[in-house]
């Protein structure tokens, strides 16, 4: 159900623009195993694993189905903007687009007089967040009168100063040159047997008791066949059959 709440309101349905649903299964696996393996210390006992990828992206869909379950009407997509929240949305600005966020009223207030729009907050329609939501369409003609004016890196100036959360929406080239991912070491270089010199996404947990650390590049085809068959208890000679057969590989 997720491309159905995603894109523009009146566009055909829109993908998501990473794999979420995979990745996501990886990540209730990963929690799955870990579950299981702290019942099995408990217990003695182990158990068998199952993971959806269907459901995992179902697992993702909080706002949407507890709105459908709550109103029973079906969630429309909503372009860039927050379900629960407005102005809480991407925005045109003079050179591109920013990001914004004014979930709550004293945020709200702080964006308006950063922008110099008194007007708004004296605006019926915009007095809370629910007369936001139902005005969406209208706040943000008005919010992107004034955005237009300047350029996206001179409104991140002047709403960080102001204390309201806001920032540039960078293309890839953009986000691995900026310099908190850098710091961050999620740029992590690894030599390849083949390609030489690749770069890769680093670590997302920090663990600063027992840091993880990338140690090698992504595995050539069949580059560790051997060592699972090893591990698994697989015989030479079902090994064989195995890579005869063209089933299996080994680099």
């Not at 860039?80 to 709200?108: C, E, F, K, M, V």
Request: proline share 6%; aromatic share 8%; hydrophobic share 40%.
């Amino acid at each position: 159900g997720v491309m159905s709440f995603t894109g523009i309101p009146g566009s055909p349905p829109v993908k998501v623009g990473v794999p979420m649903a995979d990745l996501n299964a990886g990540l209730y696996s990963a929690y799955g195993i870990l579950s299981a393996y702290i019942h099995r210390l408990k217990s003695g006992e182990g158990q068998y694993l199952e993971v959806s990828i269907m459901e995992a992206a179902l697992a993702y869909t909080v706002w949407e189905s507890a709105s459908y379950f709550a109103t029973g009407n079906v969630p429309p997509p909503l372009g860039s903007a927050h379900r629960l929240s407005a102005p809480y949305q991407a925005l045109r600005t003079a050179d591109g687009h920013i990001t914004i966020g004014a979930p709550n009223q004293s945020n709200w207030e702080r964006l308006c007089q950063a922008m110099n729009r008194d007007d708004l907050l004296e605006d019926e329609r915009y007095a809370d967040n629910a007369g936001r939501l139902m005005n969406r369409a209208s706040l943000e003609k008005d919010l992107e009168e004034t955005f237009g004016t300047r350029s996206t890196n001179e409104w991140c100036e002047v709403l960080d100063a102001a204390g309201v959360p806001a920032g540039p929406i960078y293309d890839m080239e953009q986000v691995w040159a900026d310099e908190q991912v850098q710091a961050r070491d999620m740029d992590v270089a690894l030599e390849h047997p083949l390609v030489g010199m690749t770069r890769n996404i680093g670590l997302a947990a920090k663990l600063y008791g027992s840091p993880g650390k990338i140690h090698s590049p992504a595995p050539l085809m069949g580059q560790h066949t051997r060592e699972v068959w090893n591990e698994s208890g697989v015989s030479a000679a079902e090994s064989k059959e195995l890579i005869a057969s063209g089933a299996a590989e080994t680099a």
